[in-house]
């Protein structure tokens, strides 16, 4: 039975622009940027495998289904090539289809995420997975939203949203998720994208810091490297107005 493609919207005209949500949510949280990007550009929001509409396709065995995934729905829906923007999970899915599958990547802007693991850190991911499974999404919910926002974001009620969309995934599609980052490991082959890149990272990432993602634009030939002041790991919900801009600014000069 063939794998259903990935529910997406699609909104505006011109330069095709994909955006990949995180682990845990859905196209939903992109919708402040898309409708800013949407001015002038042809967006594509994607519901990754296992998260809002995307649900009921079979279990990732790892990142490689993800990245296939995007690829066939590129390909299938005629939007290739895009300039993809992934943000954490989808940052890190977004730098392996630049490898994979150059010819679907007009740009890349993998935002908040790393391209490899320390051991240890493997090993914790991993216990993320098996944690929600042994004691169900409530268990993750406090560790995750304070790696993903700031303090007096979430004293306004910011981070709402995001609670109530965790609550709703399903446990399997979470664990899935973190088990194919921890198998994350494309730094050696960074050096082999050619499409122009911009990295980008918050300042006060806890999940991502800044030298992580520097790390990243170090090793692809050209890119260019920013870092949004005060910005946590969900930089694109805390400051999407900033984040449009910078997505904005760096497509037109590569346009």
């Not at 170090?218 to 984040?243: D, S, T």
């Amino acid at each position: 039975m063939t794998t259903p493609l990935l529910h997406h919207r699609i909104e505006g005209q011109g330069r095709h622009v994909v955006l990949l949500h995180p682990v845990g949510l859905d196209l939903t949280f992109f919708e402040p940027v898309a409708r800013d990007l949407a001015r002038d550009h042809r967006v594509m929001t994607v519901d990754l495998r296992g998260y809002g509409h995307s649900t009921g396709m079979p279990p990732a065995t790892s990142m490689d289904d993800y990245v296939a995934d995007a690829h066939r729905l590129l390909v299938e829906t005629g939007f290739a090539p895009a300039a993809v923007v992934g943000l954490s999970f989808g940052g890190m899915i977004a730098q392996v289809l630049a490898v994979q599958h150059a010819q679907n990547v007009a740009a890349l802007i993998p935002c908040a995420c790393p391209s490899t693991f320390a051991p240890e850190g493997r090993e914790m991911i991993r216990k993320r997975a098996a944690a929600a499974e042994r004691d169900g999404m409530e268990a993750v919910l406090e560790a995750t939203m304070a790696r993903w926002f700031t303090e007096d974001f979430r004293a306004r009620g910011g981070h709402e949203p995001a609670v109530q969309r965790l609550l709703a995934d399903e446990v399997a599609s979470w664990a899935a998720n973190w088990r194919a980052i921890a198998g994350l490991d494309i730094a050696s082959r960074l050096h082999e994208i050619r499409a122009p890149t911009l990295c980008i990272a918050g300042e006060v990432d806890l999940a991502a810091p800044p030298a992580i993602v520097e790390a990243i634009a170090e090793r692809i030939p050209g890119a260019r490297y920013e870092v949004m002041q005060g910005a946590p790991h969900m930089l694109f919900i805390e400051q999407p107005g900033k984040f449009a801009a910078l997505v904005r600014g760096f497509l037109a000069e590569t346009g």
